[in-house]
């Protein structure tokens, strides 16, 4: 029957999720991080849980959990963690089961998406916010079209438009996805989202991959395997507001080409390299000149735009090589992308070789 057959389908998925342990039991794992979602978290544990609902409907026997990290909120978000682990939010039963960790602050979205990852145990494992921005009737399809592509490692979302955001967010989001594609050796597509969902396989190449400073949809890109996109519209925000502004997404974009790339690096040099031949060419025009039209006196203004000039380049050069220099510093002190202060997931039993 069509039911069996659905089962065994998702039953095939299982077995063909790469390096899954035998005696796993989650099919699929909801990974999300929380930052002061109080406003938000409901709305998105019914429409989770409508989604989810749907994918067993389709493949019985998929058995689902919801990983909750509270990346250092300040409201009520982990007491509704708590509540929604507990199962006494006043709803119906939900298809899956509710995990959650608290971080004993906030790390920041990345280590909160690592949190999740290495305490998911899903062969199939979806990263995604809580603000319903990232839109959970997507779920289903996502999964089919793992279940029903073997040769298919993750589905990836890029949103088409940007409305509903401030343009000079999106210009300069463009503009970055436009640097950051033409420095580094892999592609982020412009709209990438940070949701997805992934087989075991992408998970487990994901965690292995120690670094300090983590720039997700680089990684994402790094670790390559087959990856589906489907596309859809930005929507705005369920409730609450935005952990991002504007500087920090600055900091966030500087982070990312830094982790991604070395070729600012080159570029100091190359810059050099450029005003090295510029300044040849002009020493030879001014002895030239001076030889055979005698030596007139220039004036200090035009030398003192020189030497600022170059001084502010030399600085500039000087700060790519400190931002490199920095990013080694931190990462060779080893610590840990986030530090687990409470919640219902033993991580260390999870997988997590980090502490
Ligand atoms: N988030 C987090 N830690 C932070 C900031 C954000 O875990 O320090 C979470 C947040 O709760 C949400 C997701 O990351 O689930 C995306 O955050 P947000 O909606 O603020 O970012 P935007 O959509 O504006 O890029
Ligand atoms: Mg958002």
């Given at each position: 029957t069509a039911h069996a057959s659905a089962e065994r389908e998702s039953r095939n998925m299982v077995d063909s999720?790469?390096?899954?342990?035998?005696?796993?039991?989650?099919t699929l794992s909801v990974v999300v991080p929380c930052h002061n979602e109080e406003a938000c978290l409901p709305l998105f544990l019914s429409a989770a849980a409508q989604a989810v609902r749907e994918i067993i409907a389709a493949y019985p026997g998929t058995t689902a959990e919801l990983v909750l990290v509270d990346?250092?909120?300040?409201?009520g978000t982990a007491v509704l963690l708590r509540r929604a682990a507990a199962g006494?939010?006043?709803?119906?039963?939900?298809?899956f089961v509710v995990r959650w960790l608290s971080l004993s602050?906030?790390?920041g979205k990345e280590g909160a998406l690592l949190a999740g990852l290495d305490a998911a145990q899903g062969d199939v494992v979806a990263v995604m916010d809580?603000?319903?921005?990232?839109?959970?009737?997507?779920l289903p399809r996502m999964f089919t079209m793992l279940a029903d592509d073997p040769t298919l490692d993750c589905v990836a979302t890029r949103r088409t438009t940007r409305a509903g955001e401030p343009p000079v967010r999106s210009m300069c989001a463009h503009m970055f996805y436009r640097l950051m594609n033409a420095m580094s050796p892999v592609v982020v597509p412009d709209?990438?989202?940070?949701f997805r969902m992934m087989r075991r396989r992408v998970v487990d190449a994901l965690t292995s991959?120690?670094?300090?400073?983590?720039?997700s949809k680089g990684l994402y890109a790094w670790v390559g395997f087959h990856t589906a996109w489907i596309d859809y519209p930005n929507t705005r925000r369920a409730a609450g507001r935005s952990s991002w502004n504007f500087f920090a997404l600055v900091r966030y974009a500087i982070e990312g080409l830094i982790s991604c790339s070395t070729v600012p690096l080159a570029v100091a040099s190359y810059i050099g390299l450029l005003l090295c031949v510029v300044a040849f060419g002009a020493t030879c025009f001014i002895a030239v000149r001076a030889a055979m039209f005698g030596d007139p006196v220039a004036g200090w203004p035009s030398l003192a735009c020189i030497i600022t000039f170059i001084g502010g380049l030399q600085l500039m050069c000087l700060g790519i090589i400190g931002r490199y220099l920095a990013n080694t510093y931190l990462e060779s002190?080893?610590?840990?992308?986030y530090i687990v202060r409470?919640?219902?997931?033993?991580v260390r039993d999870a997988g997590n070789t980090r502490f």
């Open positions: 999720a790469g390096g899954a342990c035998p005696d796993r039991q989650v990346d250092g909120s300040t409201d006494d939010d006043g709803r119906a039963a939900f298809p602050r906030n790390f809580a603000d319903l921005q990232d839109p959970p009737s997507l709209g990438a989202r940070d991959l120690t670094e300090r400073n983590r720039f002190k080893r610590r840990p992308n409470d919640g219902n997931i033993n």
